[in-house]
Nanobody, 126 residues
Framework: EVQLVETGGGSVQAGGSLRLSCAAS????????MGWFRQVPGGRREFVSS???????RYRESVKGRFTISEEKDKKALYLKMDSLKPEDTAMYYC????????????????????WGQGTQVTVSS
């Protein structure tokens, strides 16, 4: 079982910045991806950004140029630096891990995710 713990959420004004962190208890599988998703009340959990098992980085279109994902594998830590925040970025943000023993894996869809953190709230006011 993998535990993921997010920290760093909070409330900021539009244009501000936040940095989310995720601490993983371990990496499962031979191929492992890590990513960030977000969800608003009543909405679907949506992909934000990920680092796939080959090191490839992906972002949803609306956060490109504003968010930066990074990872420190030796610390089992994942980060999301969020700049130029907008009210529409308001959501609960979840850290996610997917794995495979057979082939490379991407954390771009919730169906590929095996473990979720408990979430950290990000609120952006206008």
């Amino acid at each position: 079982e993998v535990q993921l713990v997010e920290t760093g959420g909070g409330s900021v004004q539009a244009g501000g910045s936040l940095r989310l962190s995720c601490a993983a208890s371990k990496y499962e599988g031979y191929f492992t991806c890590m990513g960030w998703f977000r969800q608003v009340p009543g909405g679907r959990r949506e992909f934000v950004s990920s680092i796939d098992s080959n090191g490839g980085i992906r972002y949803r279109e609306s956060v490109k140029g504003r968010f930066t994902i990074s990872e420190e594998k030796d610390k089992k830590a994942l980060y999301l630096k969020m700049d130029s925040l907008k009210p529409e970025d308001t959501a609960m943000y979840y850290c996610a891990q997917g794995y495979s023993w057979l082939a490379s894996v991407e954390c771009t869809a919730w169906t590929n995710i095996d473990y979720w953190g408990q979430g950290t709230q990000v609120t952006v006011s206008s």
